[in-house]
């Protein structure tokens, strides 16, 4: 398209550029968010309570047994985690992306289920499913093997159930992987060995799984990542058997008496690890050992499994039991219950559970209101700064530009339990700085730097739920914008607008449905984070994830399971329309916690 130049309107030829002052903006808002935080991180990891420097607080960590078995568990959780869904997830993954086996999109919105359950929740559905004593399932066992009342056939108060419910929800993440890089495998490259000679079992052997390979392996890193920074399972299942993981460690540095030198301490190991880790995905998920010449590559070669295909979809269906239909098989049960441990019949079905936390639990308004406001607000300003930042970083606007998307994705390397350290480390000593700073110069800024204390206000979740969203949020968009080509925006800026002007009126009304698709899934992240929240709440900003958090611990199980069920009710929700809304930019990976 050719645009012929003509007069600019009087108006727009004179007007300010406001596109760096944006980028500054922008970048500072970055750096309070990231950097400040990361920065006392360091600071509080290499000074003693005095404030002297000093390695003491990592001699300690080393030496101190109960300081380093948390990190030899959590190391030996999450390989196993990274191997058990490698194990599970890829078999599924070829089954559904490259066989005739049937429902094959059922199993696929099933994963989607799992995939959006908070392991948290995960956690405590499968206490109410085997507890030693009151667990459905080693009832059951008891009733029917008729052995004694101790008896137990799983305790999920150990080791190996802390392994198995953080697999459960952590093996989408390699399916996704998986069953997206076999999708995209070429057809023609089966049909060449097909040619020569090779059977079905021999070119997935020597073509299907090499070519699937990468997207295995950098779906063992995630899931690696994602055992090893999960707060919330291990929290509900690790503490009551009476061992920690590291997430669990740091998170009870801060109970009394607080020990704030060694969390930081023990949590600069766990930002390192993750960062590696990020990295190696990154490079692995990068790599393109083939190419295909030509035009449009043909659809992957579904292979028939005769008998088998009910086989294999009685394996799909039995992995997820675990994750979906036992555990809200489970909530279901203690909702409608009068005891959330006994199975509800005719005889103890009850609504009043209900009642109860919407009418009676005080608590519950507050956390609703707290959660609903911060996941809008979140949700909004979130996607405002992921479409500018997107918009400076696709289009190259200014110089800068990748030190703004570098900032944009570093989040993505800082578990929730991290930053949470980072952000109440901040905000309780930078007031306490500022004053400092000012009394040395001679000025009186007393009032100023009491406007920095944000603990105790809704303010300083807002600060951690933003940076946990931005990358998703960034990245979604930046997709969202390489998929329109800029050349309207360029006939905009030859009439006369600033690249501000063009995005506002050209760009963001043909990104609308890639808006409200990443302001959905920022929503969801944020209703139901956890792990930072758990860090730096006070009895006014409570929100769902924590009071649910709160209520296992006084055993309310019932009230538990209605407010799980409303979370998971809210989020399925608003992950089907972000999904049937989103345009371009691949699946958005939400947090664990």
Known sequence: MTVAATEMPAGVRHGFDYTKLVLYTFAAVLVMLIVLPMSWLVYYSLVTKDGAFTLGNFATLINDPTLLDPL????????SVSLICCAVAAPMGWLVARTDMPFRRTVRLLVT????????????????LAAPNSGLINKVFRVVTGAESDAVLFNIYSFPGLIFVVSCYTFPYVFVLVANALDRTPGELEDASSVLGGGTWVTARRITVPLALPALLAGALVAFLQAMTLFGSPAILALPAGFHTMTTKIWSL?????????AAAASLPLLIITVMLLRAEHMILGRRSYAVLGGKNSAPRIIPLGKLKWMALAFCFIVLL?????PYGALLNATFSKVASQFVTFTNFTTHNIHFVFFELSATKLALYNTFVLGIATATIGTVLAVVIAYLTSRE???GHKALGFLATAPVAIPG?????????????????????CGKAGWSC?????????YGTLWILLFAFLTLAMPAAYQQMQS???????ELEDASRILGATRLTALRQITAPLLRTSVIATWCFVFVGTIRELSAAVMLFTSDTKVLSVLIFDLNESGDLAAISVLGLTLLVITSAIVTLANRLRIGGGNVRLRDN
């Open 72 to 79: 030899i568990t959590t190391f030996t959780l999450a390989t």
């Open 113 to 128: 289920a799992s995939f959006v359950t908070p392991p948290f929740l995960g956690a405590i559905a499968w206490e109410l």
């Open 254 to 262: 801060f109970q009394y008496p607080p020990k704030p030198e060694l």
């Open 322 to 326: 675990n994750p979906v239909f036992l």
């Open 397 to 399: 606007a200014v110089t």
């Open 417 to 437: 339990i991290v930053l949470g350290v980072g952000l109440f480390l901040s905000y309780t000593s930078l007031p306490g700085a500022i004053s400092f700073i």
């Open 446 to 454: 007393d009032g100023f730097a009491s406007k920095f204390q944000l």
């Open 480 to 486: 969202a914008f390489k998929a329109i080509h800029p």
